[in-house]
């Protein structure tokens, strides 16, 4: 069974960094798309970051230039460094992983995990 665990969300001042985790077991970690998406009050899940399993990535407008998502696959880990936080970046962060290196198809999620940014 696919398990996803984020971790390293908390309360932040703006303009401070970040750097959250998702370990994952169950599946071939190597193998798999990754993705980060959050959401904020009152909104929609958003894309916020993705990594295929052979490294190509992709990011949301908002946070090109601020966000890094990397993968370590001898820890079946994915983390986001978020840098430059603003508190638009407030929100529920999740982890999601599709096995089959699926974009876009993301078929497991973590609980998630809470990001606040203060002014």
């Known amino acids: 069974q696919v398990q996803l665990v984020e971790s390293g969300g908390g309360l932040v001042q703006a303009g401070g960094s970040l750097r959250l985790s998702c370990a994952a077991s169950g599946m071939i970690f190597s193998f798999a798309a990754m993705g980060w998406y959050r959401q904020a009050p009152g909104k929609q899940r958003e894309l916020v970051a993705t990594?295929?399993?052979?490294?190509?990535?992709n990011y949301a407008d908002s946070v090109k230039g601020r966000f890094t998502i990397s993968r370590d696959n001898a820890k079946n880990t994915v983390y986001l460094q978020m840098n430059s936080l603003i508190p638009e970046d407030t929100a529920v962060y999740y982890c999601?992983?599709?096995?089959?290196?699926?974009?876009?198809?993301?078929?497991?999620w973590g609980q998630g995990t809470q990001v606040t940014v203060s002014s």
């Open positions: 999601a992983a599709n096995p089959l290196n699926r974009i876009g198809d993301f078929s497991y």
């Open positions: 990594i295929t399993r052979g490294g190509t990535t």
